[in-house]
């Protein structure tokens, strides 16, 4: 994937690795073929990235790196010719979820600072720089209780739980990286607007929908209130899966589509700009997504996704295409150790969350919890045990990087633009497209 960052008029193409200077024409290793490409990066690579190579078997040389021949010429190289006037689509942001189970165990470490500095500082400052941060309107399976911001139908909006848990630590992060945007997802709406009368399971009640959309608005409000605005919304966290213990709830494309229709107006009639986002769930229902579509015009930004069944080459359809396509959650699983296969996990994660989608159009991509403690947890009672955070934090240790950290730091040191400045992909050929993912 090539990108460009833009400043103003001037732009620069960067194809690099992280933790290196400002562009210079040089040519450098490729980290995922093994051979040369061009690129504008002249330093080594940091320790982290360092760090990646040595756990794959790849091994980078110190600059200075020779140049390469001319395209065409008899050579093993691979050659890439970049385009920065044909701009694709802007990046949006790299990182993971700050659920109320990760903002515990951070924030209970004696070593949070160094958490913190590691997920969300930049790179020339050590950090791993992720640029994007998903939150939960309510509880999800990863909490310390099940509720949402309205209890009852009186209209009383209580965010006190998360102004002592995911706020602080959100302080925290913007801190580090003043850049960083933040996505929100609903997984269930107050449980007297339900079905089910009750946060697991049901769907969202067709009398109801008004006053859900007003509830959004609040949340979206409140948020910008504290100065932490939501940049991007998703209306439903996995809408195809309402049958749980911990809180889900079931949305037809059609109601879904419904709920954009009313919300979307409001928004705007509001001054909110925040981006809205339908589907947030699998690659392998991705017709559910171009039905809802279809049905919801273009009230919509785009479509979320997750990597869980499935895979992206689903995205090339046109329906899809017609609209932002942005990658929201996928975890690590316990049933593989951390380290157990580290470049196969690598490998998968930028097939199925970063390189694979951004080839599609994506702009974004996201893990699931930020952190989780060395019990796979905190979790509500019936929430998964199976999933492994970004960063394991143990009672006494430092706390454990994944597979999955390096793969996004790799991808948030590149795509690190100036302040002022925005980043996107551009196009680009390769003299040997079979062996490098453009």
């Known amino acids: 994937v090539i990108l460009a960052h833009t400043v103003g008029s001037a732009s620069s193409v960067a194809l690099r690795h992280p933790g ?10 490729c980290l995922w073929c093994r051979r ?28 200075p790196w020779p140049a390469l021949p001319a395209a065409g010429s008899a050579t093993d190289d691979v050659v ?14 790299f990182g993971a979820a700050l659920t109320e189970s990760a903002a515990v165990v951070i924030a209970a470490s004696p070593h949070k600072s160094e958490i913190l500095d590691d997920l969300f500082l930049p790179a020339d400052r050590g950090g791993a720089g992720l640029s994007l941060v998903r939150i939960c309107i309510g509880s999800s399976d990863f909490a310390m209780t099940m509720r949402t911001y309205q209890p009852d139908e009186l209209g009383h909006f209580d965010a006190s739980h998360e102004s002592q848990t995911v706020i602080p630590l959100l302080r925290e992060a913007m801190a580090r990286n003043p850049n960083l945007s933040i996505l929100a997802s609903p997984w269930s709406p107050p449980a007297w607007m339900k079905s089910s009368g009750k946060l697991p399971g049901g769907t969202l009640k067709d009398e109801c929908v008004a006053q859900y959309c007003h509830y959004l608005l609040r949340v979206l409000l409140f948020y910008r209130s504290t100065g932490l605005p939501i940049s991007a919304l998703t209306l439903q966290n996995e809408p195809d899966f309402g049958d ?9 494309a059609e109601q879904e589509a419904k709920l954009a229709k009313a919300l ?25 997504a171009a039905e809802l579509i279809e049905r919801a015009g273009d009230v919509l930004d785009g479509t979320a996704w997750h990597a869980y069944m499935g895979s992206p080459e689903v995205l090339a359809d046109k329906r899809l295409q017609s609209s932002g ?3 929201t959650e996928q975890t690590a699983h316990t049933h593989r150790g951390r380290d157990a296969n580290f470049r196969g996990d690598v490998e998968w ?29 905190p979790v509500v009672p019936g929430g998964p045990t199976n999933c492994r955070g970004l960063v394991e934090v143990g009672k006494a240790a430092r706390h454990e990087r994944s597979p999955e950290f390096f793969a996004l730091a790799h991808m948030c040191h590149a795509t690190a633009a100036p302040a002022g400045g925005s980043c996107a992909r551009v196009g680009s050929s390769c003299s040997r497209p079979e062996e490098v993912q453009a």
Request: charged share 20%; with cysteine.
């Open 20 to 29: 290196m200077a400002e562009p210079a024409e040089s040519a450098a290793p």
């Open 36 to 63: 040369r490409a061009r690129t504008t990066a002249v330093e080594a690579p940091s320790t982290m990235l360092s760090a990646l190579d040595a756990l794959s078997g790849v091994q980078l040389a110190d600059g």
């Open 80 to 93: 890439v010719a970049l385009s920065p006037e044909d701009l694709r689509q802007p990046i949006f942001g």
């Open 244 to 252: 749980a213990e911990y809180p889900c709830t079931y949305f037809t």
């Open 264 to 288: 979307v107006p409001l928004l705007r009639r509001n001054g909110v700009d925040t981006l809205v986002l339908g589907h947030d769930h699998n690659y392998d229902i991705w017709e559910r």
């Open 325 to 327: 396509i942005f990658h």
């Open 349 to 377: 994660m930028l097939g199925n969350v970063l390189l694979g989608p951004i080839s599609y159009g994506s702009r974004s991509a996201s893990a699931w919890n930020l952190a989780l403690d060395d019990g796979f947890g």
